[in-house]
């Protein structure tokens, strides 16, 4: 057996995106689930679509290649680079966009292969990540480019929470809406898709506020973890606990808690800080920050405290658990977001996909 070693529950996540999804539908919403916290990994795309998502999204056009084989609508997230233009119009139906330039390659590259890309244009409405700010600018883009023959302009869409940490309401939500109704009605044309965010969104279905015409939400939280990122609320019907990472112990002493002598910065550039607990039983475990977040793991002993670590170790103190704990031992974590998606990057933690 090979350690550090995540395993992914494929009927946890199963449940979650039908919990997730059945939610969202009930309002009239599709769901775009989003396969970057998992690296496109296909089993688990593939829990995705029975669990009833309408499109795959992701933020890295190589993951959308390794899901090219599955048949369903895929929405590249992230603006497209000029050089992966060529990439997107082969494996992506749909890209978010937000700068002219770019689209007219899309519609040249897309013209040179006889296809039509669709495009879904981005609004900034506050977070100040990507899309549009300027209101005059995105009327005089969509002018130019509902002529252009190779990409369609099917619909808007906005990004909250990622950068800013805006949360989503119904204010900010509507201005959306009301662009969308000026657009189809100054150009004479219909879109399709008016994407509301991500899963910081989700408190408003929970809530049940009315947000008119929001048809399309791109969701990778929700759907991984069962939690709306918005105030971090368990969603009913889903478990938090679909990914857990284990991890070997390599060292266990007692020594104190406070390092001796002068305190610099460490391997990362941060001065740390220490609470002095005494001597104290300090396990290593062979994992580190180069393939875990140690800010969201969560120890599934809740009498154990994890200290930090660096690059190649993870350093918990173990003196209050109840649990003897001996070299060689494998300890578990359960995992949020950010741990998930640094693991499943990381070519040194083994993966094991149970049902």
């Given at each position: 057996m090979s350690y550090p070693k995540m395993t992914i529950n494929l009927k946890t996540i199963r449940d979650n995106v039908l919990a997730v999804s059945g939610l969202c539908n009930d309002?009239?919403?599709?769901?775009?689930?989003v396969t970057k916290v998992f690296g496109g990994n296909p089993a688990i795309a593939k829990a995705y679509i029975e669990g009833g998502i309408s499109y795959l999204a992701d933020s890295r056009i190589e993951n959308l290649i390794r899901l090219k084989d599955l048949n369903i609508p895929k929405i590249m997230l992230r603006l497209p680079m000029k050089s992966e233009v060529d990439k997107i119009v082969d494996y992506a139906d749909i890209s978010l966009n937000s700068e002219l330039d770019t689209i007219t390659f899309l519609?040249?590259?897309?013209?040179?292969?006889?296809?039509?890309?669709?495009?879904?244009?981005?609004?900034?409405?506050?977070?100040?990540?990507?899309?549009?700010y300027d209101e005059k600018a995105l009327f005089e883009d969509v002018e130019k480019i509902i002529e252009l023959k190779g990409v369609k302009l099917i619909g808007l869409g906005t990004n909250l929470t990622c950068?800013?940490?805006?949360?989503?309401?119904?204010?900010?939500?509507?201005?959306?809406?009301?662009?969308?109704?000026?657009i189809e009605k100054k150009y004479n044309?219909?879109?399709?898709?008016?994407?509301?965010?991500?899963?910081?969104?989700?408190?408003?279905?929970?809530?049940?506020?009315?947000?008119?015409?929001?048809n399309n939400l791109r969701l990778g939280e929700s759907l991984v973890l069962g939690t709306e990122f918005a105030y971090g609320e368990q969603i009913e019907g889903t478990k938090n606990d679909a990914f857990k990472l284990q991890a070997e112990i390599i060292e266990i002493k007692e020594k104190p808690s406070v390092p001796i002598g002068e305190i610099g910065k460490d391997a990362f550039g941060n001065i740390p800080t220490f609470i002095d607990r005494g001597i104290r039983k300090r396990i290593l475990c062979a994992v580190g920050k180069q393939d875990v977040d140690f800010e969201t793991l969560h120890p599934l002993d809740e009498d154990i405290i994890i200290l930090g670590g660096s690059s190649d170790h993870l350093i918990l103190d173990g003196s209050d658990?109840?649990?003897?704990?001996?070299?060689?031992d494998i300890i578990e974590f359960r995992m949020s977001y950010v741990s998930i998606l640094r693991a499943m990057t990381s070519r040194y933690v083994e993966k094991e996909i149970i049902e």
């Open positions: 309002k009239g919403i599709k769901v775009a689930g519609s040249e590259k897309a013209l040179e292969k006889n296809k039509i890309h669709k495009i879904i244009l981005m609004v900034d409405l506050g977070d100040l990540r990507e899309g549009y950068y800013g940490g805006v949360i989503p309401n119904k204010h900010i939500l509507d201005r959306l809406t009301k662009l969308e109704e000026n044309i219909e879109l399709e898709i008016l994407s509301g965010g991500n899963s910081s969104t989700i408190h408003l279905l929970l809530k049940d506020t009315k947000i008119d015409k929001i658990s109840k649990i003897d704990y001996k070299v060689g």
